[in-house]
């Protein structure tokens, strides 16, 4: 499956994170000590934009309900639920380049 460009690294300044469509998929993309990840930035519970706030703590809070999911793998932390879709990123010089399909467990 091909990767699409997303963005440019300086995309995720001053604040580590940025979302933005790409196809028809909203995806939160955002820096984890120190490595370039992505989830969807559409909430589990009713679809709020979960990368709305800044990350906190290596989690997010969706803007509507406060659901919290994990920044490390998009589980959801309280008060439980499905968690987000993950996606693969690469980066190709300054070019942040995702793959729109779930990524496949490890
Ligand atoms: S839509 Fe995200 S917590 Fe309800």
């Known amino acids: ?3 699409k ?8 300044e001053p604040h580590g994170q940025f979302s933005r469509w790409l196809d028809d ?3 939160l993309v955002y820096r984890l000590d120190g490595k370039i990840r992505a989830l969807s930035n559409i909430c589990t519970h ?3 934009p979960v990368g709305y706030h800044k990350m906190k ?11 919290k999911f994990s920044a490390k793998d998009g589980a959801c932390l309280s ?3 499905l ?5 693969t990123i690469k980066v190709e010089g300054d070019a942040i380049m995702v793959q729109l399909v ?3 467990s490890a």
Do not use: Q
């Not at 460009?5 to 995720?12: A, H, T």
């Not at 968690?83 to 996606?87: M, T």
């Open 57 to 67: 703590d290596g989690c997010f809070t969706c803007l509507w309900h406060n659901f």
């Open 102 to 104: 779930e990524r496949a």
């Open 79 to 81: 008060p439980g639920g």
């Open 5 to 12: 460009k997303i963005g440019v690294l300086s995309d995720l």
């Open 25 to 27: 998929h909203d995806v």
């Open 46 to 48: 009713f679809g709020g």
């Open 83 to 87: 968690s987000l879709r993950e996606y």
């Open 1 to 3: 499956m091909e990767f």
